[in-house]
């Protein structure tokens, strides 16, 4: 199993870019399918993006295609998510998450191991 950490998440004005990051332990980290996914208050948590676990097959969601960068570092055990042109509806609680026996990797209950999150709040 893996311990994910995820860190970056600030305020930022919309329009604005900042850079999350995932920090990985366990060796298994270089064969499991990492996500990032987000919740907003009342809302349900739901997909951003996930990455294959050699990097060949990343899948963006709708909200977020164009204007997000998903990357994996399986030597050094990181993600990182890259979000451009910020809105306020990207406002949410980001998680890191892995997937050990991925069916596709775009539903939440396919994933199972979590980090704590980490805020983001977009300004109008």
């Known amino acids: 199993q893996v311990q994910l950490h995820e860190s970056g998440g600030r305020l930022v004005q919309a329009g604005g870019s900042l850079s999350l990051s995932c920090a990985a332990s366990g060796h298994k980290f270089s064969t499991y399918t990492m996500g990032w996914f987000r919740r907003a208050p009342g809302k349900e948590r739901e997909l951003v993006v996930f990455?294959?676990?050699?990097?060949?097959?990343?899948f963006y969601s709708t909200a977020v295609k164009g204007r997000t960068i998903i990357s994996r570092d399986n030597t050094e055990n990181t993600l990182t998510l890259q979000m451009n042109s910020l809105k306020p509806e990207d406002t949410a609680v980001y998680y890191c998450?892995?997937?050990?026996?991925?069916?596709?990797?775009?539903?939440?209950?396919?994933?199972?191991?979590w980090g704590q999150g980490t805020q983001v709040t977009v300004s109008s």
């Open positions: 998450a892995a997937d050990s026996a991925p069916l596709g990797g775009w539903s939440v209950y396919e994933y199972d191991y």
């Open positions: 990455i294959t676990w050699n990097g060949d097959g990343v």
